[in-house]
Each structure stands twice: as structure tokens, then as C-alpha cells.
């Protein structure tokens, strides 16, 4: 309405303004619906979440979807070329790569997430969601716990052969922690499992690190620790 008021001015009065006063009526219907696409655009992108009434979505579920089989499956698989990257990583020689098989990492990676979620379920309560995307699929996690109208919690399991880690997974966890708490309304938390193959002090510097990271950023991450041989014996 603005936008046609002042085209409707400039058009019927413009032989009776200087110069002066027709420039900012001109650069005012040039500028204006660039503005407005912006604003509507960074709207769309950033703050989509407000664009709903709380009646749209009490919980959240619009945002909220569960795997299929296939994704499952490829998640376990990504999982297992970060701990087998790591392994690499570290390893001097290739026998000793083989001595943890992918089927071997496969295998304790699955257990340890279903002692993980069992024991969250247990102290929550709360039947989890295995394997839950937020926002279509882009921000994946190994379960989430949903607390009605109150709270969500998303797991995400890390499991390490080797007394090393990639700062770079660190990273990307974070970021699709951020990303994932942007798109909800009610409050989100994170429990991030650190699963490691045996006790061992080298085996700290996985901690600190990932301690470190989490207090630098203000989100509500919830780390725990688990030794894998507790979890397989």
C-alpha cells in the first residue's frame, strides 16, 4: 500500500516537484521491494520457526521425523568411517588397521548406542525415538526424548578405537546442534556419549577435547563417558 501511495504521488505529481523532492520518491520505489524481498528471504531462512503459531506445532512434531531403515543404515556407516578414519589415523602399519574390522567397529558401535538409549529411556522415563532427524534430514541424530509441550533431548553416540580424535567431527556435532536448537521452540538439550574401547589415560585427551569444545559454546550439552569393554562383556 506504502509502494503504490507513493507511485500513485511520483506519477500524478511529478511535473510539479523540483528535482529535490521527485530524487527520494524515485530511489524510495527502487529500494522498497529489494528491502522487502530481503527482509522476507532472511526471514524464511533464519527465523522460519516464527513463522508458525504455537497451535501448528504443540511439540514441535512438524520438525521432527524418524529415520527409515536405509538412513539408519547409512548413518551406522558414517559412523564407522569416522571411527575407522580415526583408527587410520593412528595406526603405524595396515595389520594392525585389521585388527578391527569394519564388522568388528559396526558391531560395538550398534551396542554401545543401544546400552546408551536404554539407559537414557530408563533414567527418563521417556520412550525414545531411534535414529530422529530435525528439519526434514538435516540434522541427524541417534535417538531423541520427548518431553510434550516441555522438552527435547537428542542423543548422539561417539565411539573411538583409538586414542585420538577428529576435531573436525567436533565441529560439525556443534554446528548441527545449533542448527537443530534454532528450528525448535521448546527447550533442547543434548547428551553427547563418549564411547571409549578401553580404559586407558590416553584416552583423556578425547575428553578434554570434547569438554573444551562444549564449554566454549552455549548450549545445554550433556556429556557422558562409558568404557566399551563394560558395555560388550
Known amino acids: 500500500m506504502i509502494y503504490g501511495f507513493a507511485s500513485l504521488l511520483l506519477g500524478s505529481s511529478a511535473d510539479k516537484l523540483e528535482p529535490i523532492e521527485r530524487w527520494p520518491l524515485i530511489l524510495f520505489i527502487v529500494i522498497f521491494p529489494f528491502s522487502v524481498l530481503y527482509v522476507f528471504y532472511k526471514l524464511v531462512t533464519d527465523h522460519h520457526g516464527k513463522l508458525y503459531s504455537p497451535s501448528d506445532y504443540n511439540t514441535d512434531d512438524s520438525f521432527l521425523k524418524t529415520l527409515s531403515v536405509k538412513e539408519l543404515e547409512t548413518k551406522l556407516e558414517e559412523d564407522v568411517n569416522e571411527a575407522v578414519a580415526t583408527q587410520l589415523n593412528t595406526s603405524k602399519d595396515e595389520a594392525s588397521v585389521k585388527q578391527l574390522s569394519r564388522s568388528d567397529i559396526k558391531g560395538k558401535i550398534r551396542k554401545s548406542e543401544e546400552f546408551v538409549i536404554r539407559e537414557i529411556k530408563n533414567e527418563l522415563s521417556i520412550e525414545p525415538t531411534i535414529g530422529i532427524k530435525v528439519s526434514s534430514d538435516l540434522y541427524i541424530f541417534d535417538a531423541g526424548y520427548i ?87
Do not use: C
Open 147 to 233: 518431553k510434550p509441550n516441555d522438552e527435547l533431548i537428542l542423543l548422539e553416540v561417539k565411539y573411538y578405537t583409538r586414542p585420538t580424535i577428529s576435531f573436525i567431527a567436533v565441529d560439525e556435532f556443534l554446528h548441527r546442534a545449533k542448527l537443530a536448537k534454532s528450528t525448535m521452540t521448546i527447550k533442547t538439550k543434548f547428551i553427547v556419549a563418549v564411547i571409549t574401547e578401553f580404559e586407558s589415560d590416553e584416552f583423556d585427551m578425547i575428553k578434554n577435547a570434547w569438554k573444551n569444545s562444549i564449554e566454549k559454546d552455549e548450549l545445554d550439552i550433556e556429556l557422558r563417558f562409558y568404557v566399551g569393554n563394560q558395555i560388550w562383556a
